[in-house]
């Protein structure tokens, strides 16, 4: 198991509130400024009186903002008949339905790995002279993926672990870019390492990576009498099968040696005395093979909600490849459906990979005799044990298809399969819509993303998402601008321009400087008591070269404008300015600004590399 990030969302937010910040309005404002909050030299005509409420105001509070709507968002892949990605579709070839009735696509933007992958430092001017001795870094391009390897230690039998191991070390080797990062974790929690873009750690970890089978070789690994795996015991323990009841009972007989004398001595037939002896070991063995099979799948459900956590604090494209051969999870059908949900809402891609390889149903060993004394109830054993297999290759399916992601089955090219669920798209879409009459009733609602007057392409998008459970209108706003932070599309539905600056104080420390400038010709503003009004939410979060939350600040910006400062300020614009504190080094800045009048959200990228 993997502990739960520090970075969860939630106390990321209570940090973003509770950071400070600097804001400054400017009629005029010099790119190169780093002062405090520039103010006009003289007062503007028709100025406040004393009493009158001021026209702009910042404060720090709960997010009061009068959001209307909840944008789901969508990314679809679209592929030629040669299974290429297709990069040259606009808005309008798109349709989107919910529950089978057409929606209108609000946001819409094409992301292409070329491009991400060339994006070079910009918006990072440095305001200090350059020291002696002091060198620019190389080039850096911010993490845009971020792939969480699960390997599933606790039932890969040692075969297939070796191969998935040796897959995933030609994955590192050959499919890894400047914009990835990695991390490997499994489930018994042994081994494991974080997010990086070190090759030589990966490598490290990976190699001595060993299946702990201790759990599932538990179940079976005690003379039960009579023996029986997970499947059977469920069957017996849950679902009061009368076969499964037959088939232990006839099997019982011959595991016991009394039991074995007692229907030898009675033409093969139990007394009633042991008959409920028989019946006792029976439940005694499904019992507690039925707790260790559930403990054993509680166990992967956990890892895998931890890891979905984890990535959806990192900014960018974030997949979970489970690397398993599958397993049952009677009875925790309600932990997987949380994972499927957590990961639907985080954005998160769950892929998976079969390490079975090419795979045949496991009819046991035939070269050795049959262990089964009665011939009908090992053909009914049989059949249990294909059933079985089969619903583990279910559970990669369904974990893999309701999250959107790519279930990779039936192959021994391990290597191959890896690069397909772990690798980006050469171009996708990102799609958002706002559902018309949303409830807030947490019930799954279906999407479809079709395209119009385009044969022969194919869609891959999600099936579908859940709606959030009942909330206020500053629960959404909320959730709106935590999703965008924690994102790598850039949306621009505000007009707003961001910039760096920095310059070092000394040799370990730097001042780094976010400019948010904000363009009020295009905001909607509200009339209200013969002012113009309208919040501005304004969110800077820095992360680290490898996806880290680092720090970030919010403030709402409070305007009630007079006529003559709106036009004037319709010209200059106003100026967000958050300041950090931050040690040389590659840094990732996500900006977010929002409104409160029609819930409009633009979040900008910026890059900045300080020199050491």
């Known amino acids: 198991m993997i502990a739960p990030p520090a970075t969860h969302l939630r106390a990321v937010a209570a940090l973003l509130i509770g950071s400070a910040w600097v804001l400054s309005a400017l009629a005029q404002s010099s790119p190169n400024s780093t002062g405090a909050a520039a103010t006009e030299s003289a007062p503007a005509p028709n100025s406040p009186?004393?009493?009158?409420?001021?026209?702009?105001?910042?404060?720090?509070?709960?997010?009061?903002?009068?959001?209307?709507?909840?944008?789901?968002?969508?990314?679809?892949?679209v592929r030629d008949g040669t299974g290429k990605a297709v990069a040259n579709l606009d808005k309008d070839d798109f349709?989107?339905?919910?529950?089978?009735?057409?929606?209108?696509?609000?946001?819409?933007?094409?992301?292409?790995?070329?491009?991400v992958s060339h994006e070079t430092v910009r918006n990072d001017q440095s305001l200090?002279?350059?020291?002696?001795?002091?060198?620019?870094?190389?080039?850096?391009?911010?993490?845009?993926?971020?792939?969480?390897?699960?390997?599933?230690?606790?039932?890969?039998?040692?075969?297939?672990?070796?191969?998935?191991?040796?897959?995933?070390e030609k994955y590192l080797d050959s499919a890894l870019a400047p914009t990835d990062r990695t991390a490997v974790y499994t489930v018994s929690g042994l081994g494991q390492l974080d997010f990086t873009d070190d090759l030589a750690k990966l490598h490290q970890t990976v190699a001595q990576l060993q299946p702990h089978r201790s759990i599932a070789e538990a179940a079976r690994s005690r003379n039960d009498c009579p023996p029986m795996d997970y499947f059977e015991a469920n069957k017996i323990q849950n679902q009061n099968d009368p076969q499964a009841l037959s088939v232990a009972m006839s099997e019982v007989v011959h595991c016991d040696s009394s039991l074995a004398l007692d229907a030898s001595m009675n033409h093969g037939q139990l007394p009633p005395s042991d008959v409920e002896r028989a019946r006792g070991m029976i439940q005694t063995a499904a019992l507690r093979v039925d707790q260790q099979g559930s403990l054993l799948a509680q166990s992967v459900s956990r890892s895998l909600l931890a890891i979905v956590r984890r990535l959806a604090a990192m900014p960018g494209?974030?997949?979970?490849?489970?690397?398993?051969?599958?397993?049952?999870?009677?009875?925790?059908?309600?932990?997987?459906?949380?994972?499927?949900?957590?990961?639907?809402?985080?954005?998160?891609?769950?892929?998976?990979?079969?390490?079975?390889?090419?795979?045949?149903?496991?009819?046991g060993d035939i070269a050795q005799p049959n262990p089964e004394p009665d011939p009908a109830a090992a053909a009914i054993r049989s059949s249990w044990r294909v059933a079985s297999q089969a619903a583990q290759r279910d559970l990669l399916d369904y974990l893999a298809n309701d999250t959107g992601g790519y279930a990779?089955?039936?192959?021994n090219d391990l290597e191959g399969g890896l690069k397909k669920v772990a690798s980006a798209p050469e171009a996708y879409y990102y799609l958002a819509f706002a559902p018309h009459n949303?409830?807030?009733?947490?019930?799954?609602?279906?999407?479809?993303?079709?395209?119009?007057?385009?044969?022969?392409?194919?869609?891959?998008?999600?099936?579908?998402?859940?709606?959030?459970?009942a909330s206020t209108p500053a629960d959404t706003a909320k959730q709106d601008?935590?999703?965008?932070?924690?994102?790598?599309?850039?949306?621009?539905?505000?007009?707003?321009?961001?910039?760096?600056?920095?310059?070092?104080?000394?040799?370990?420390?730097?001042?780094?400087?976010?400019?948010?400038?904000?363009?009020?010709?295009?905001?909607?503003f509200e009339k209200a008591d013969g002012r113009n009004q309208n919040d501005l939410t304004v969110v800077a979060a820095l992360f680290d070269r490898n996806g880290n939350f680092i720090a970030g600040t919010q403030r709402i910006l409070t305007m009630k404008l007079r006529d003559d400062t709106l036009a004037r300020l319709s010209r200059t614009g106003v100026t967000v300015r958050t300041n950090f504190d931050v040690k040389p080094g590659d840094y990732v800045v996500r900006l977010v600004v929002r409104d409160s009048q029609a819930a409009q959200l633009s979040a900008e990228n910026g890059i900045v590399q300080i020199p050491y």
């Not at 009158?52 to 990314?75: C, G, K, N, Q, Y």
């Not at 279906?446 to 959030?468: D, H, Q």
């Open 438 to 469: 949303l409830k807030f009733d947490g019930k799954f609602h279906s999407i479809k993303v079709t395209l119009r007057n385009k044969g022969g392409f194919t869609v891959e998008a999600r099936r579908g998402y859940y709606a959030p459970r």
């Open 317 to 363: 494209q974030r997949y979970l490849v489970l690397i398993s051969p599958g397993f049952l999870y009677a009875n925790e059908e309600w932990g997987f459906s949380q994972v499927v949900d957590q990961a639907i809402r985080s954005g998160v891609f769950v892929n998976t990979l079969d390490a079975r390889g090419l795979y045949t149903p496991d009819l």
């Open 481 to 524: 601008i935590e999703d965008a932070v924690f994102s790598q599309e850039e949306q621009h539905g505000l007009p707003v321009a961001l910039e760096t600056q920095f310059y070092k104080t000394d040799a370990s420390d730097a001042k780094l400087t976010v400019l948010a400038r904000v363009d009020l010709t295009h905001i909607r």
């Open 128 to 168: 200090g002279e350059a020291k002696p001795g002091e060198t620019q870094p190389a080039a850096f391009v911010r993490p845009t993926r971020f792939v969480a390897l699960l390997f599933d230690d606790a039932h890969l039998e040692l075969p297939d672990f070796l191969a998935a191991r040796r897959a995933a």
């Open 95 to 115: 349709q989107l339905f919910e529950d089978g009735k057409p929606q209108q696509i609000t946001n819409f933007v094409v992301e292409t790995v070329g491009a």
């Open 408 to 411: 990779f089955q039936n192959s």
């Open 49 to 77: 009186g004393p009493s009158d409420p001021p026209e702009m105001a910042t404060h720090e509070a709960p997010l009061p903002l009068r959001a209307t709507s909840e944008l789901v968002p969508v990314r679809v892949v």
